[in-house]
C-alpha cells in the first residue's frame, strides 16, 4: 500500500512540472545586458497638455536626457506602422475611427491632443533612436492582425542598429515574433486581469494574470505592472525561473527605488526621475 506521505510527493513533484512547462521561458538573453540598468519613458517623456504621449517631442525629450522609451506601434491598412497607443483614434487624435483602417495620408493629417504634434511614424522614432539609447518597443495587435503586424515590425528592424525588446499583453503577437525572429528579446507584458475584465472571458484573463501563455510565447521577460508585482506566478518566473522583469507604469521616484531594488527595469511617466 501507497503511503499517503508518497502519493503527496508526487502529487507536487506534478504539479511542479506542470508549472515549469506553463510557466518557464529563456534566461540571459545577450540582449538583456545592453537593457537592464536603464530606465525608460513611458510613451517617452511627455508632458501633457504641451507634449502629448508617443510624439517626437516627447521621444526627443527622453533621448536628451539619456533615457530609453516604451513606444506603442501599430499596423495601418496600407502596411505603415505607426507609434501611437490606441486603436481608437479619438482619445489621442480626436477623431472617430480606428489606426489601423487608416492610409499614410490620412495618418498624416492627423494631430496629436490638440497640439501640432504628427503622430509618428515607427520609422521616425527608430531613426531618433538609433545608436542612442534603448527601446521597448510594444506590438498592439488588433482585428486580428497579429502576424502581419509582427512580420511588418521584424522586417523593418533587420536593419535596425540599436538596443531594443519587443513586448505584447497578445501571446499570438509574441508566438509570431518567436517563430519570424527567435533570437529577438521578447517580453510578456501582463497585469491582474481578475481585477478588470475588459471584455476577456474568466479563462482567459486567468491565464494572462498566471502568465500560462509562456508554454507558447516563451518569454525573455516579463513587464507586470507595478502595483500587481506580487503575484505569485511572476515571481515564481523571474526568482526560480530566471526570467528578467519590467514594472510598469511608474509615477514616483519612490516605486522607481523599489523596482530597481527588486531587479527590475521602470517605466516611468509623468515625474523626473533624476530629481529628489
Known amino acids: 500500500m501507497v503511503r499517503p506521505v508518497v502519493i503527496l510527493c508526487i502529487v507536487i513533484v506534478c504539479i511542479d512540472a506542470a508549472l515549469a512547462l506553463l510557466l518557464a521561458g529563456r534566461r540571459d538573453h545577450p540582449a538583456w545586458r545592453a537593457l537592464a540598468g536603464r530606465r525608460y519613458a513611458h510613451r517617452g517623456y511627455h508632458d501633457k497638455p504641451a507634449v502629448p504621449e508617443n510624439s517626437m517631442a516627447a521621444f526627443r525629450r527622453a533621448v536628451e536626457r539619456g533615457w530609453g522609451a516604451e513606444l506603442d506601434v501599430h499596423l495601418l491598412k496600407d502596411g505603415t506602422l505607426a507609434v501611437?497607443?490606441?486603436?481608437?483614434?479619438?482619445?489621442?487624435?480626436?477623431?472617430?475611427?480606428k489606426i489601423e483602417d487608416l492610409?499614410?495620408?490620412?495618418?498624416?493629417?492627423?494631430?496629436?491632443?490638440?497640439?501640432?504634434?504628427?503622430?509618428?511614424?515607427?520609422?521616425?522614432v527608430l531613426a531618433l533612436f538609433e545608436g542612442r539609447e534603448p527601446l521597448i518597443i510594444e506590438l498592439k495587435e488588433a482585428g486580428g492582425n497579429h502576424f502581419e503586424l509582427a512580420k511588418a515590425v521584424c522586417e523593418r528592424l533587420d536593419s535596425y542598429r540599436g538596443d531594443y525588446c519587443i513586448e505584447s499583453f497578445n501571446p499570438?503577437?509574441?508566438?509570431?515574433?518567436?517563430?519570424?525572429?527567435p533570437a529577438v528579446c521578447r517580453g510578456q507584458l501582463?497585469?491582474?486581469?481578475?481585477?478588470?475584465?475588459?471584455?476577456?472571458?474568466?479563462?482567459?484573463?486567468?491565464?494572462l494574470t498566471c502568465l500560462f501563455f509562456n508554454c507558447i510565447t516563451r518569454p525573455d521577460f516579463i513587464a507586470y505592472r507595478f502595483e500587481d508585482r506580487g503575484n505569485l506566478f511572476l515571481r515564481r518566473c523571474v526568482r526560480r525561473y530566471g526570467l528578467h522583469e519590467a514594472s510598469w507604469t511608474i509615477g514616483t521616484r519612490r516605486d522607481m527605488e523599489r523596482a530597481e531594488a527588486d531587479g527590475a527595469i521602470p517605466i516611468f511617466e509623468r515625474f523626473d526621475p533624476e530629481q529628489e
Open 172 to 181: 499570438l503577437v509574441l508566438r509570431d515574433v518567436r517563430r519570424l525572429r
Open 190 to 207: 501582463s497585469k491582474d486581469f481578475l481585477k478588470e475584465a475588459e471584455g476577456l472571458g474568466f479563462f482567459t484573463r486567468l491565464a
Open 103 to 124: 492610409t499614410l495620408p490620412e495618418l498624416r493629417a492627423l494631430r496629436l491632443e490638440g497640439t501640432d504634434e504628427p503622430v509618428p511614424l515607427f520609422d521616425e
Open 84 to 97: 501611437f497607443h490606441d486603436s481608437d483614434l479619438k482619445r489621442c487624435a480626436g477623431v472617430e475611427g
